[in-house]
């Protein structure tokens, strides 16, 4: 998709949010001709990561990726998302952690949780240690921006914190659906590594809840208790 189409595919999702049923439905049918075009869903992720497009538009971006991952990102179904539009979206799918707007957080969590779901271990045998890696990272910062007031780069890692650990949660929950043996494999092995990373970091915000909470430290404790 070109630059005109790019502009017309926001145009798109910021009339599905119109309280027009007639300009809503005209939306709707245009996202549905386009779903199966090369590009569109790498069109959709590109959208959704700008936050200079409105929030409306963003939120249906990530929204009808999410849908689209269903219907099409695996090899079977017809119109399948070809392995060229895969690897352009597939590098920056962990690049969102710091989504501050709640709705569009949750349905990226969700997307990228389906999307491993079908990728881990064969196509994306990765995941699990670079999202690890992600919450280990993440983690860290906070630890060292917490001792001070709360101001926007520790509000920034708890945000990150918060989505990571969401979205590890949801991954750990898709991955004990499988059935496939090494798909059950996958998980054995990557169970120490997975627990290994949240157990301290649920120890360590426990403790600083405690500690907030008796210090009177509405704003700290409120904060911590979302990574709890």
Same mark, same amino acid.
């Given at each position: 998709?070109?630059?005109?189409?790019?502009?017309?595919?926001?145009?798109?999702?910021?009339?599905?949010?119109?309280?027009?049923? @007639?300009?809503?439905?005209? *939306?709707?049918? +245009?996202?549905? =001709?386009?779903?199966?075009?090369?590009?569109?869903?790498?069109?959709?992720?590109?959208?959704?990561?700008?936050? &200079?497009?409105?929030?409306?538009?963003?939120?249906? @971006?990530?929204? &009808?990726? %999410?849908? /689209?991952?269903?219907?099409?990102?695996? %090899?079977?179904?017809?119109?399948?998302?070809?392995?060229?539009? %895969?690897?352009?979206? $597939?590098?920056?799918? #962990?690049?969102?952690?710091?989504?501050?707007?709640?709705?569009?957080?949750?349905?990226?969590?969700?997307?990228?949780?389906?999307? *491993?779901?079908?990728?881990?271990?064969?196509?994306?045998?990765?995941? *699990? !240690?670079? #999202?690890?890696?992600?919450?280990?990272?993440?983690?860290?910062?906070?630890? +060292?921006?917490? /001792? /001070?007031?709360?101001?926007?780069?520790?509000? $920034?890692?708890? &945000?990150? !914190?918060?989505?990571?650990?969401?979205?590890?949660?949801?991954?750990? %929950?898709?991955?004990?659906?499988? &059935? #496939?043996?090494?798909?059950?494999?996958?998980?054995?092995?990557?169970?120490?590594?997975?627990?290994?990373?949240?157990?301290?970091?649920?120890?360590?915000?426990? *403790?600083?809840?405690?500690?907030?909470?008796?210090?009177?430290?509405?704003?700290?404790?409120?904060?911590?208790?979302?990574? =709890?």
């Amino acid at each position: 998709m070109d630059s005109s189409s790019r502009q017309a595919v926001i145009e798109a999702l910021e009339n599905a949010t119109s309280q027009d049923p @007639a300009c809503m439905a005209r *939306a709707d049918e +245009s996202l549905r =001709i386009w779903e199966t075009k090369p590009q569109f869903h790498a069109v959709l992720f590109s959208i959704f990561a700008d936050r &200079t497009q409105s929030m409306p538009a963003r939120l249906m @971006a990530i929204i &009808t990726f %999410k849908n /689209g991952i269903d219907k099409y990102w695996r %090899k079977a179904p017809l119109h399948a998302i070809k392995l060229d539009e %895969k690897e352009l979206i $597939r590098p920056q799918l #962990l690049s969102m952690l710091d989504e501050d707007a709640p709705q569009i957080a949750v349905q990226y969590c969700v997307a990228i949780s389906r999307i *491993a779901r079908w990728d881990f271990p064969l196509v994306w045998p990765a995941f *699990a !240690e670079e #999202l690890a890696s992600h919450v280990r990272s993440i983690a860290h910062d906070l630890d +060292s921006s917490i /001792g /001070g007031s709360i101001d926007d780069q520790c509000r $920034r890692c708890f &945000t990150m !914190e918060h989505n990571a650990l969401y979205m590890l949660h949801l991954f750990v %929950k898709k991955l004990c659906e499988r &059935t #496939l043996a090494r798909e059950r494999q996958a998980l054995r092995n990557n169970a120490p590594l997975l627990f290994s990373v949240v157990a301290p970091i649920y120890a360590q915000r426990i *403790a600083q809840f405690n500690e907030a909470l008796h210090a009177g430290d509405s704003a700290r404790s409120q904060e911590l208790l979302k990574s =709890i």
